[in-house]
């Protein structure tokens, strides 16, 4: 059983050596925040689709079907450490604007 779960929030920790299959792919950035869209397994392990990604189906070795990234590519996404990133990436007022304003 995974701790990961549809509609969770994760990281993408690892994009080394994701190869695409076809030029079109789009394919998960490290340091990416991404919604949980389905978990799927198969012979070859488990994977995630993402909300936040949506690829045109295609064939691969599983058959024809959407691209998964492997579970091992991914963390959860801690909210309260996604707070502290929004805080930290919002935009700070202008100290002139703020003079002007007065």
Not at 69 to 87: C, W, Y
């Amino acid at each position: 059983m995974t701790p990961f779960h549809v509609g969770m929030k994760v990281v993408c920790v690892d994009d080394e050596s994701i190869n695409p299959t076809h030029r079109f792919e789009v394919l998960p950035k490290k340091g990416s925040v991404y919604t949980i869209r389905t978990i799927c397994e198969n012979e070859n392990g488990v994977g995630l689709r993402v909300d936040e990604i949506l690829n045109p189906c295609a064939h691969y070795s599983s058959g024809f079907m959407e691209i998964r990234f492997k579970l091992h590519r991914f963390r959860p996404a801690h909210e309260n450490r996604m707070d502290e990133l929004r805080t930290l990436l919002a935009p700070v007022p202008s100290k002139s604007k703020q003079l002007v304003q007065s």
